[in-house]
């Protein structure tokens, strides 16, 4: 069975820097993305990050492009999301999934870890 654990999170203030991880387990190919959403409160997931498990191409919204950095440890068989300049609007809870479809989109996803809340403080 798969299954996403992640770690990471907290309270940072505004410029700060935070590492998210994603660990996975039960997946039998490497022919996947693995992805980063988040979801402030009353808002919709938003896509925030990508990158594939091999081949190692990685995908960024416009809004993070430049602060957040998506990587993979294949043997670890996680995926972290490092989230530099940290601002407010960066503050919602953060979701890893997996897919073998559309990187951007949550409802290709077919896994999803619990969350993780990152709040930023002004």
């Known amino acids: 069975q798969v299954q996403l654990v992640q770690s990471g999170g907290g309270l940072v203030q505004a410029g700060g820097s935070l590492r998210l991880s994603c660990a996975a387990s039960g997946l039998a190919f490497s022919g996947y993305v693995m992805g980063w959403f988040r979801q402030a409160p009353g808002k919709e997931r938003d896509f925030a990050a990508a990158?594939?498990?091999?081949?190692?191409?990685?995908f960024y919204a416009d809004s993070v492009k430049g602060r957040f950095t998506i990587s993979r440890d294949n043997a670890r068989n996680t995926v972290y999301l490092q989230m530099n300049s940290l601002k407010p609007e960066d503050t919602a809870v953060y979701y890893c999934?997996?897919?073998?479809?559309?990187?951007?989109?949550?409802?290709?996803?077919?896994?999803w870890g619990q969350g993780t809340l990152v709040t930023v403080s002004s």
């Open positions: 999934g997996v897919t073998i479809d559309v990187y951007n989109n949550y409802g290709r996803y077919a896994y």
């Open positions: 990158i594939t498990w091999s081949g190692s191409y990685t």
